[in-house]
């Protein structure tokens, strides 16, 4: 089977209820870091990536997401009348190729795995990425670019993962290494959600994968896991002991997680100190602020 991955699964038809009430209405893909939606930041690094079909499993309320990737010739129009060229530079990066993106619907939010099997026959018989918008990675070199390429040697399928403190364990699934080669670790299982005193190690699985077809087929036969969803690593975990080998990479850079609040309001921050046009302002006033909280205590 050929290495190459071409295709891209991006779930976003979770409820989003850590940021309700916001998501009553607006995806939580469709909010901003500074002035770019978290969606963009995915396609960007998938684009890198070499990935050339995108696929979003979607549900009710996200039609401002299907309409971000439309063109939008009267809003053009009145940018090239105003010689605003530079915005319009920006907005082509969000100008989907006719036929390169499909939206398909997970009707009822059974889990993450259900997601992605909702996109089963979009995918076929080939690798396939998965990645999740709210995870948001700032790296010199886009994280799914660096497990493309760890990839094309190791085949099977690959997560990211990223060493987390032992108390957050809960929170992720967490990968047991039976061999560990740095960049790239082998694995022998994986636990979705453990007890802290369960966990098997402290390396935990992010939202960017390289799968092969064989978790589609394991997800065919999944009943629920973990909080009664349907669990993506559980299906993952499944390859385990076939010839179709399951790695943890661990990517260079850093992972935001903007499902939760605080990840966001972090990322929020990092990405407008690393602009030219806000950095002075902002961190001025954080200098400020934080001067005026020391005085108060
Ligand atoms: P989360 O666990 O962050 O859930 O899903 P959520 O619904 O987005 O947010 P909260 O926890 O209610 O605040 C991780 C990713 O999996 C997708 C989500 O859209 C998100 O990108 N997902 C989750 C689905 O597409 N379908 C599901 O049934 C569950």
Not at 102 to 128: D, K, M, S, T
Not at 150 to 161: K, L, R
Not at 175 to 201: H, Q, T, Y
Request: charged content about 25%; hydrophobic content about 40%.
């Amino acid at each position: 089977m050929s290495k190459k991955v071409t295709k891209a699964i991006f779930p976003v038809a979770g409820l989003g209820t850590r940021f309700l009430p916001a998501t009553k209405s607006v995806p939580k893909e469709i909010m901003t870091l500074v002035d770019r939606p978290l969606v963009q930041y995915a396609i960007d690094e998938a684009r890198a990536a070499g990935i050339k079909e995108f696929i979003f499993v979607t549900s009710r309320g996200k039609s401002a997401l299907e309409d971000y990737f439309d063109q939008a010739p009267l809003l053009e129009q009145e940018l090239r009348r105003k010689g605003k060229t530079e915005m319009l530079e920006v907005l082509k990066s969000t100008n989907m190729e006719s036929g390169a993106i499909a939206y398909i619907r997970q009707h009822r939010a059974l889990g993450l795995g259900h997601a992605v099997w909702c996109a089963r026959r979009l995918i076929g018989n080939e690798p396939f990425a998965v990645m999740l918008p709210d995870d948001v990675i700032a790296a010199e070199k886009p994280c799914l670019q660096q497990m493309v390429e760890a990839y094309a040697e190791t085949g099977g399928n690959m997560v990211a993962a990223m060493e987390v403190p032992p108390e957050q364990a809960s929170s992720y699934g967490v990968l047991d290494v039976s061999e560990d080669r740095g960049a790239i670790v082998s694995v022998k299982g994986m636990v979705e959600k453990p007890k802290r005193e369960d966990a098997p190690s402290n390396l935990a699985v992010i939202g960017r994968y390289i799968l092969a077809p064989s978790v589609l087929n394991n997800l065919n036969r999944m009943k629920s896991g973990a909080g009664g969803e349907i669990q993506l690593t559980d299906a993952i975990a499944q390859d385990i002991g076939t010839k179709t080998k399951v790695y943890g990479y661990r990517f260079r850079g850093q992972r935001f997680d903007c499902g939760s609040k605080a990840g966001f309001l972090q990322a929020t921050v990092a990405f407008a100190l690393a602009r030219d046009d806000l950095r002075d302002d902002l961190s001025r006033y954080l200098t400020e602020i934080a001067q005026l909280d020391k005085a108060a205590q």
